[in-house]
């Protein structure tokens, strides 16, 4: 595991193209196989599966299909055989031991003591850095508090600035068409001004960064950038903030790096709300205190929640994204109910909290009477369309048989010269063509329904299956499978309520 | 013949060794070279190689950056003298390391190039030519544009000196005295200059030259005028990738035939080796290419690390210094048990150096801690970071009309941030690795693009091509931040001009219709022309010298021209474009209207021009139609291919297409929205047309694009119908 990691995050920065297929295939011949990886933009590479090191390289002209092995000359020796979406095919034979050094780069030494020069002229170069920086404190000649222009060639600002950074949820404002949004504050603690904040996260942004560039005139030193997580998923924000004197051409990067909660789009509720129908209620063998702790990391709270003095827990919040309430109570035997009428947002809840105390099972009781009654009609629409599928697929059948004897009956009619009724013939198996096509698009149509109500039905089946954890999500899970194949709704209702028969 | 060359490293000695040049002193015993650097701090070294390690021969500091390095000696002899400038100085050295000269040359500008020729020295800065002999000012010239290059034709074959200057505005500039004695055009900004065979050819009147843009070509010097020989385009394949500027050329036999052959080095990292086969006839053939990734700054031919075996050496802008020797490298190497043996001298290399990075390492970790220290003290310290040196430009293709923008940094880049307060479209370049990002823009803050670039590890260089549309205008910035301690970020500015799709030619045709714009006011020489400076690219920042000032440019989409007369209190426009001229309008008055000048204004428009300039689009608009129905059809004509053996009943234009599908497909896609740019650039016509009669037909440009759309199947004469409605 640690190996994969390790060369996940090797490759995982490599480029801008996405790896399309990946396979294991030894090419050096040191019986250690690589880590063959096709790309969208056609380049393959093989790694070393321990470093990562590139030990082979090529390039189609289009993205690669897919990666295979075979001995597709029939010599007795496999080759790795590798397609790009154009239809070009490339074979790769591995290389002997006696070979294998010619595929090295020759220039391994020299590659060596390349990458050692670098390193050493940047460390050169830091240090030349710290030189400077004493240099010019000591002779005391440069004052900060001004723009660093071109002619300066130096960027000073006083050593002890500092960023300040918090994470709050901000509610928006209606004229300004803000929404609710969580609000990244970031403030130096002098009179330096912040020019600009990339920040570097995965998942929550429509590309990998969010940068945060006011207009010249409008700079100050605190600023606040909004966000807008469009999932739940606890998030690393790699921050970068550039600090100096406006109008500078130097800025100094504050780099720092905060966690983004979970659940930091719900916000918490402090007037009384309407209790959602939907719930999950388990018991835990834990202490509330332990439960205070989840609650107090997965959310943005201004302030950490405690336990009331006898020992319960009710927090309520509402989702910024749909204003949807949601309460988690606990009693203090640790009864937890969790109420929302999201049944994904339970799940995402149950699987976090499962994963934070370190559980290894955990059964619930689920009502979520919305999903419920969606789901019914959901199948009852899967019904219909099975039903429908039945009769057209009878349809075809029959045109099929007249399709036979019209084509005789033209053919005949041909042979005997009959031009007239092979006409006649061949016009009504027109007809009958176009009914066939019809039909069949109507069973496309028919089929696509039928597939998406399918899903719809195999994704409640996994929401329910998130509200448990363990061996319990995936008897659950198989269990739901069971009832719909003995057809079985209230089967299925009892065990996405229940987690079982 | 195929040519393999293996690289070699010899030092990286320099910490801020952006620029550094590389020449050759015979070493007459061992028939080995020499190599004399200059770098960034003023550090100038000697060196040769002896078994693999670096003998240094001497060194010698100065107070401002090495410009440049040259070598001279009396004219028949053994170049054997190291000529160097930094700052406004030139000093001379003997091999030995012996000062013989230090002269101050009271420019007022730094010099940027230098040549000598016998005991004839000439300097440049950005502007100021001068021209000393036996350090003697004998002759000075104030160019109108940047000088890039200087060179003289070899006064050995020639009797008198004839300098030849490179400048900006695509001219090269033969000199007599003080004077021009006539310019020669050049298809591109020139960057470099080299002679032709290091010789000048037979008759030493024949120069190469390198542009920015990629392209090298060679012209004769006559007395009176110049030939053009040949120029080979910037492009690596027909229709495919642009290559760099040209910073650096040489001649060397590599390919041992008896000629020399040209070695050129490029500021992408290109390394290339031509071989004439026709003499000087025509262009030469690429024989070897290869990259490294950091600008080149100098390239050198000769031996250097082994005897016997030819090496073009090079230095490059981080501070390398290279060698692509034709000694194979594998001769080290045995494989015969398995294992890849590093050779002793290598291994003692990698050795030491580890050893230095370890100590290095201690004593940063040292400086870092107290450098954290200082952030937490009380006391007010500053924290000062001195400027990274970035090499950055931005120049305009004239092919594509697109703007390439190259930064290039020291060391590794961490991230780039493009901001930008007009809207353009950047394009991806293939060969960079870096992850692109774009953010959204909130247009309360002014921005029209937010775009992220975080580099790969040991990525030095970032380019990124960008288009402009003309009559927006604005900056765009790039934050540059590398991966180095304390960590800090350069700004960067480029201004994107109103014409950004101009650029400068020196020859005028009067024969078209052309609409003027005619300004009348209370403005100086310097004011007016700072506004011209404002509109279009590729002008000098300076005031021309005289009273009246004339510049001529070329559309580089539509190739229509313009020209700008001015002088105090009065500037006249003309273009055969009404588009054009309703941008400079627009962008003036309001130029004017800041400075509070007032403008008399007047225009005169020309019907005719209109239809020139309909009559310019129309081809365009056919062959980019054309092209997107031909490419259309490869997949289907492809497949019709594949089932059939013999495709000889396709049409002769089918076959046509079939022949040449991969060819179109680049060209398809090497000009994306190119259709959309003809499109919007009618459009603009159109509504400027009506403009200047003060009719706002905003109303009817869906009508235009309908017709636009049915191009194929009407004709021209419908478009101009319909421009000429009343």
Redesign the interface.
């Known amino acids: 595991m640690n190996i994969l990691k390790k060369i996940f995050n090797w490759w995982k920065?490599?480029?801008?193209n996405q790896a399309i297929s990946i396979y294991s295939y030894d090419l050096d011949g040191d019986g250690v196989p690589e880590l063959i990886t096709g790309w969208s933009n056609g380049k393959v590479d093989a790694r070393n599966d321990r470093s990562g090191e590139v030990i082979f390289k090529d390039n189609f002209s289009s993205t690669v299909a897919g990666i295979v092995e075979g001995d597709y000359r029939m010599d007795g020796k496999n080759q790795l055989i590798c397609c790009s979406v154009d239809g070009e095919v490339r074979g790769y034979q591995s290389s002997t031991?006696?070979t294998?050094?010619?595929m090295?780069d020759?220039?391994?030494?020299?590659e060596?003591?390349?990458e050692?020069?670098?390193?050493?002229?940047?460390?050169?170069?830091?240090?030349?850095?710290?030189?400077?920086?004493q240099r010019?404190?000591n002779s005391g000649e440069?004052?900060?508090g001004k723009p660093?222009m071109a002619g300066?060639?130096?960027?000073?600002?006083?050593?002890?600035?500092?960023l300040q950074t918090g994470l709050a949820i901000n509610m928006g404002t209606e004229e300004k068409n803000k929404p609710p949004h969580v609000e990244i504050a970031l403030a130096t603690t002098n009179d330096t001004v912040i020019r600009?904040v990339?920040i570097?996260a995965e998942g929550i942004?429509?590309?990998?960064?969010?940068?945060?560039?006011?207009?010249e005139n409008?700079l100050t030193s605190s600023v606040r950038v909004p966000i807008y997580p469009p999932k739940d998923v606890p998030v690393d924000l790699h921050i970068?903030t550039?600090v100096g004197y406006k109008g500078?051409?130097?800025?100094?990067?504050?780099?720092l790096t905060r966690q983004l909660p979970r659940f930091s789009m719900y916000a918490l509720c402090t007037v009384p709300i309407t209790q959602p129908n939907g719930h999950v209620k388990f018991q835990l063998q834990e202490r509330v205190a332990r439960l205070v702790m989840w609650v107090n990391a997965s959310f943005l709270l201004l302030e950490d929640i405690v336990a009331t003095e006898d020992g319960r827990l009710e927090v309520s919040f509402l989702s910024l994204r749909t204003t949807m309430p949601l309460v988690i109570y606990a009693t203090s035997q640790c009864e937890v109910t969790i109420r929302t009428d999201d049944m994904d947002l339970a799940g995402d809840l149950m699987q976090a909290l499962a994963n934070y105390l370190n559980l290894e099972d955990l059964q619930v009781e689920a009502d979520f009477p919305n999903e419920v009654d969606q789901l019914s009609g959901v199948l009852e629409r899967v019904e219909e369309y099975h039903s429908t599928r039945q009769r057209l697929s009878a349809e075809m059948a029959d045109h099929s048989g007249v399709i036979r004897t019209l084509v005789v009956r033209a053919e005949d009619a041909r042979l005997m010269s009959d031009m007239a009724s092979m006409k006649q013939w061949y016009g009504e198996l027109y007809a009958l063509n176009k009914d066939l096509i019809s039909g069949y698009k109507i069973r496309c149509n028919n089929h696509q329904e039928l597939l998406s109500c399918l899903k719809q039905v195999n994704q409640t089946i996994q929401k329910a299956g998130r509200l448990r954890y363990g061996k319990s999500k995936t008897a659950v899970v198989a269990a739901c499978r069971q009832a719909i194949k003995n057809n079985n709704v209230n089967a299925l209702t009892k065990i996405i309520r229940l987690g079982h028969t | 013949m195929e040519l393999t060359l293996f690289t070699y490293n010899y030092i990286q000695d320099c910490i801020s060794a952006s620029l550094m040049l590389t020449i050759f002193v015979d070493c007459s015993q061992e028939h080995q070279l020499q190599i004399v650097i200059g770098d960034h701090d003023g550090m100038v070294q000697l060196f040769s190689m002896k078994r693999g390690e670096v003998q240094i021969g001497f060194r010698a500091q100065a107070n401002k950056p090495i410009t440049r390095l040259e070598l001279g000696g009396a004219l028949g002899t053994v170049k054997d003298k190291i000529f160097v400038s930094s700052g406004n100085e030139v000093r001379g050295y003997t091999k030995k390391g012996k000062q013989f000269l230090g002269f101050d040359t009271n420019l007022t500008e730094e010099i940027k190039s230098m040549h000598i020729s016998g005991s004839d020295l000439l300097v440049c800065g950005d502007y100021v030519y001068n021209h000393y002999h036996d350090c003697q000012d004998t002759n000075y010239f104030l160019s109108p544009d940047k000088i890039n290059d200087v060179i003289t034709l070899p006064a050995e074959k020639v009797k008198s000196l004839v300098p030849v200057l490179a400048c900006e505005d695509r001219l090269l500039r033969v000199m007599r005295d003080s004077e021009v004695l006539y310019s020669v055009e050049l298809p591109s900004p020139p960057s470099a200059l080299q002679l032709f065979y290091n010789d000048g050819g037979e008759n030493g009147d024949q120069i190469l030259y390198g542009t920015t843009d990629g392209k090298i070509g060679l012209v004769q010097l006559g007395r009176g005028s110049a030939i053009h020989r040949w120029v080979s385009d910037g492009t690596s394949s027909p229709g495919g990738n642009r290559k760099g500027g040209v910073t650096c050329m040489d001649h060397h036999d590599m390919t041992g035939d008896g000629v020399r052959d040209l070695l050129v080095g490029r500021d992408d990292g290109t390394v290339e080796v031509y071989s004439y086969e026709d003499g000087d006839e025509a262009e030469p053939t690429l024989r070897f290419s290869t990259a490294c990734n950091e600008s080149i700054t100098s390239i050198q031919g000769g031996i250097v690390g082994n005897a016997g075996y030819d090496e073009i050496i090079g230095s490059t802008y981080t501070g390398w210094v290279f060698g692509l020797t034709t000694e194979p490298m594998d001769r080290h190497m045995t494989s015969e048990s398995g294992v890849v043996h590093i050779s002793q001298e290598s291994r003692q290399k990698i050795q030491k150096l580890r050893g230095e990075i370890d100590s290095l390492q201690q004593q940063v970790l040292k400086e870092r801690d107290r450098y954290q220290a200082a952030t937490q003290s009380q006391f007010p310290g500053i924290s000062a970071v001195p400027f990274f040196s970035v090499n950055d430009k931005m120049t305009l293709n004239r092919s594509d009309a697109s703007y390439l923008l190259s930064l290039e940094v020291q060391t590794a880049v961490d991230n780039v941030l493009l901001q930008s307060d007009v809207p353009i479209d950047l394009l991806d370049v293939e060969k960079n690795s870096a992850v692109v990002s774009y953010s959204t823009c909130d247009p309360e803050s002014g921005n029209f693009l937010l775009a992220t670039y975080r580099c790969q590890a040991n990525t030095t260089r970032l380019e990124v091509r960008i288009r402009t549309i003309e009559g927006q205008y604005g900056t765009l910035q790039a934050y540059i931040t590398p991966r180095l301690q304390p960590k800090c970020c350069q700004v960067r500015q480029y201004r994107i001009k109103p014409l950004s799709l101009h650029s400068r030619i020196h020859t005028f045709d009067p024969n078209r219709p052309y609409n003027v714009l005619t300004l009348k006011g209370q403005f100086t020489l310097p004011e007016i022309h700072s506004w011209v400076v404002f509109c279009l690219p590729e002008l000098p920042e300076r005031t021309p010298a005289g009273e009246q000032a004339e510049f001529t440019f070329v559309s580089t989409f539509l190739d229509t021209q313009l020209q700008c007369q001015y002088e105090a209190g009065e500037a006249v426009f003309r273009s055969d474009n009404i588009s054009t001229i309703s941008i400079l309008k627009d962008v003036l008055t309001k130029e004017a209207t800041r400075k509070k000048v007032r403008l008399d204004i007047s225009c005169e428009v020309s019907e005719e021009s209109v239809v020139h300039a309909l009559h310019l689009l129309h081809p365009r608009l056919e062959a980019q139609l054309m092209l997107a129905k031909q490419v259309s059809l490869i997949d289907a004509l492809r497949e019709v291919a594949a089932h059939e053996s013999d495709t000889s009943f396709l049409s002769p234009e089918y076959q046509n297409i079939l022949d040449k599908a991969d060819n179109l497909q680049t060209q398809y896609r090497k000009q994306p929205c190119h259709l959309e740019r003809l499109y919007g650039m009618i459009t603009d016509l159109y509504i400027d047309k009506y403009k200047f009669k003060g009719i706002n037909v905003k109303s009817r440009v869906p009508q235009l694009l309908e017709i636009l759309d049915n191009y194929g199947t009407l004709e021209l004469q419908h478009l101009i119908n319909f421009f000429q409605a009343p």
Do not use: C, W
Not at chain 1, 13 to 16: C, E, G, L, V
Not at chain 1, 116 to 133: F, G, P, V
């Open positions: 920065p490599d480029s801008k031991p006696e294998r050094y010619s090295l020759v220039n391994i030494e020299q060596t003591i390349r050692l020069s670098q390193r050493r002229h940047t460390l050169l170069m830091e240090l030349r850095n710290y030189e400077e920086n010019m404190g440069l004052l900060y660093s300066d060639q130096v960027g000073v600002i006083p050593a002890n600035t500092q600009s990339v570097f942004f429509e590309g990998e960064s969010h940068v945060f560039h006011p207009r409008n970068k550039m500078s051409l130097h800025y100094h990067v504050f780099e």
